[in-house]
């Protein structure tokens, strides 16, 4: 059974930073290129960054383009993002999912306010 399991949410002021994890079980995670998305309050589901399963390769979507940082350790299983000059239009529920299927963990929230 696929599990991904988010965390490192949280409240935090606007140009604050956050390091979210997520830990894989359940699949082959070195195998897999993976991806974060974000959902924000009364909207879908936004993809905002990906990585192949060797790191090498890492898009962005434009508006997190050097304020956010994804990589991963394949030993560990675990994907990471981290988040930089946060602003509070960066505040959603954080998932992790593998780039090509629609699973996904329970999410961690980010709220940016001060």
């Known amino acids: 059974e696929v599990q991904l399991v988010e965390s490192g949410g949280g409240l935090v002021q606007p140009g604050g930073s956050l390091r979210l994890s997520c830990v894989a079980s359940?699949?082959?995670?070195?195998?897999?290129?993976m991806s974060w998305v974000r959902q924000a309050p009364g909207k879908g589901l936004e993809w905002i960054s990906a990585?192949?399963?060797?790191?090498?390769?890492?898009r962005y979507t434009n508006s997190v383009k050097g304020r956010f940082t994804i990589s991963r350790d394949n030993a560990k299983k675990t994907l990471y993002l981290q988040m930089n000059s946060l602003k509070p239009e960066d505040t959603a529920v954080y998932y992790c999912?593998?780039?090509?299927?629609?699973?996904r963990g329970p999410g961690t929230r980010v709220t940016v306010s001060s």
């Open positions: 999912k593998r780039t090509a299927s629609n699973d």
């Open positions: 359940g699949f082959t995670f070195s195998i897999y290129d």
């Open positions: 990585i192949d399963n060797g790191g090498g390769i890492i």
